[in-house]
């Protein structure tokens, strides 16, 4: 063998041993990572798997969940034969979703998150199905079997007291345990995310309604003269043109109620009132609603929604009250302010309302009807009557042949309206009046630091009755978790009104004045939440006069006067920043409008909760 031979044999030989020594080690390398991948491969499988299982149980849950958001009395009240179904649902999903697996992968990156939020899910909602909703059925089977009515017109108030506390511990729980889902972290993976989202829509939907059945149960015997009779006077307002706390005031009635015996007097148009002087107010409202104009309030019976706090309107209606011929010998016990969207509802759950010419008004045109339509069909002496007339209907069926069915229909109605400001009370006993406040059924400026709202009030400066046409909307934003949440909120006022309506349109819809005609021109007042504060105020579209910082009775507030062109829209961009005792999410507390939905639009947060 040649030198050159040898030489090239044994390089050859040398790289054929060296790859020999090598090789067991990249096979040992990928024999480990292939090992690796099907554990991981197998695993995820295996999650996958159960994830399916987990969605399967929950979604069964909620499917049976919703028929208690949207089933009647009788429904709920024998709820108790279906709970074990939905507890076993919502055991088994807890089960699966808390086991060895599930816990490993709440630990992993990427996933991690997801992970947890899957169990907080199935841990809310097997704490709801087995404990909230049991107490909640047991109250709504004992009462179910009372005797509600009292006669043709009145109500046996023993079971509705009885149920008050039973029912307040059940909400309370109810409402904790759905405040818990929803600070769960918002999902990334898309099955994950789909399914938190649909429990949160339903459960938030029966928490509302369970929310306003119990707070209505704590004041009806206030309402209804427990232990004592009580005369309010009933306030029937308009947002057709707007105040602060719902509109101008078109006429007015008398409730009597003693032991659950209702009886609803007569209402007088505020023509009759009027003879008999002005509401007391304060300086800063004479300031505010009076000397800075452009309209300048009188505070007579009309304005006494001008108010944003139902206790002021209570105070003026009662000095006014007290100086007129039936008032007089016959103290108020409290007010209760209404609006169409209200009597809407009342129709609704009573029967149609029929006015004299034929007119029928339903749960679906009696809103429409007495803020728009009346105005366009009926000559101006008529229009206060004819809504005093509606009103009286409406509520002397409130109560009469009441039974378990109409109770539950009307509570939650009534707790509905109530946080819309579509009804409101005030009772001049203080500690009656607190249980009001309590319930929620007072509207109030923001007064607490674990509940944030940001309030938004309107007051029309073109007298009119444009408030029909003009549509409000509102996005809430959470966009900073630290202590002391921050918000962003953008407000937007849309005058919906066309130019061909603003030019033939009755006048007194678009406004007297010439040079106003179909214009929205609104005083808006922004109260930033309790312990909380408002910043960086901005306006868009419009003729806007720049916001400016007052102080109210004591309160600060920001102040601005829009005015909106007919088909224009005004646009309010501003940050919250809530207490750090907040517990709830913010919400707005505004002037009603002339229908249920409130405008308001909820975005995913930017953050999540430390």
């Not at 039973?166 to 990334?188: G, M």
């Amino acid at each position: 063998m040649s030198q050159a031979n040898a030489q090239q044999y044994h390089h050859r030989h040398r790289h054929h041993r060296k790859r020999r020594r090598v090789w067991p080690w990249v096979v040992g390398i990928l024999v480990f990572i292939v090992l690796v991948l099907a554990a991981v491969g197998i695993a995820g499988w295996q999650l996958y798997k159960q994830a399916k299982q987990v969605q399967d149980h929950e979604n069964n849950a909620i499917a049976m969940l919703s028929k208690f958001s949207t089933g009647d009395a009788e429904t709920l009240a024998h709820a108790g034969d279906t709970l074990p179904q939905i507890a076993q649902q919502t055991q088994q999903a807890a089960d699966i979703a808390h086991g060895g697996l599930w816990n490993t992968a709440a630990k992993m990156p990427f996933i991690g998150d997801d992970i947890s939020t899957v169990q907080g899910m199935t841990t809310a909602i097997n704490g709801i199905v087995q404990d909230s909703i049991p107490q909640f059925v047991n109250v709504l089977k004992t009462l179910s079997d009372a005797q509600i009515a009292n006669g043709d017109d009145g109500v046996n108030l023993q079971p509705i007291i009885d149920a008050v506390e039973p029912l307040k511990q059940a909400n309370a729980s109810f409402q904790q345990q759905v405040r818990d889902y929803d600070a769960l972290p918002t999902p990334e993976i898309s099955m994950i995310h789909a399914a938190y989202s649909k429990g949160e829509t339903q459960l938030n939907e029966l928490a509302d309604r369970v929310n306003a059945l119990s707070n209505t149960f704590q004041v009806l015997p206030t309402l209804l003269g427990g232990g004592q009779q009580r005369t309010y006077a009933v306030m029937a307002m308009t947002p057709s043109e707007m105040r602060s706390s719902g509109g101008l005031i078109g006429s007015v009635g008398e409730l009597v109620t003693a032991n659950g015996t209702v009886h609803v007097g007569d209402f007088r148009s505020n023509g009759d009132y009027l003879p008999y002087g002005i509401g007391d107010h304060s300086a800063d409202m004479k300031r505010v609603f009076t000397d800075e104009g452009p309209l300048h309030m009188s505070f007579d019976i009309r304005d006494l929604a001008v108010f944003p706090n139902t206790a002021d309107s209570a105070v003026a209606m009662q000095s006014v009250w007290n100086r007129t011929p039936w008032g007089q010998g016959v103290p108020l016990d409290g007010v209760v302010m209404v609006d169409p969207v209200f009597l809407q509802e009342l129709i609704a759950i009573n029967g149609n309302v029929t006015l004299p010419d034929g007119t029928v008004l339903t749960g679906d045109n009696t809103a429409e009807f007495l803020m728009n339509t009346v105005y366009q069909k009926y000559p101006e002496s008529e229009t206060d009557a004819l809504f005093g007339v509606v009103a009286s209907q409406a509520m002397k069926s409130m109560f009469s042949h009441m039974s378990m069915g109409k109770l539950y229909k009307t509570g939650q109605m009534l707790g509905t309206m109530a946080k819309d400001r579509h009804f409101t009370m005030y009772a001049f006993d203080e500690q009656i009046e607190q249980g009001v406040q309590a319930a929620g059924f007072t509207g109030q400026t923001p007064n607490s630091e674990t509940d944030p709202s940001v309030g938004i009030y309107l007051t029309e400066q073109n007298p009119s009755k444009m408030g029909w046409y003009i549509k409000r909307e509102a996005k809430i934003q959470r966009v900073n978790c630290d202590d002391g949440d921050l918000y962003h909120v953008e407000f937007m006022v849309h005058n919906t009104m066309t130019q061909e309506e603003a030019r033939t349109l009755p006048m007194y819809i678009t406004g007297n004045n010439t040079n106003n005609t179909g214009k929205a021109m609104e005083k808006i007042l922004f109260y930033a939440p309790q312990g909380g504060s408002i910043s960086n105020l901005m306006q868009l579209g419009g003729n806007v006069d720049a916001a400016k910082e007052t102080t109210i009775d004591g309160v600060n507030a920001y102040e601005t006067y829009v005015q909106i062109n007919p088909g224009q829209i005004a646009t309010f961009t501003f940050d919250v920043r809530v207490s750090p005792k907040a517990t709830a999410p913010l919400t707005i507390d505004q002037t009603p409008m002339g229908w249920v939905d409130d405008g308001i639009t909820y975005l995913d947060p930017k953050c999540e909760d430390k």
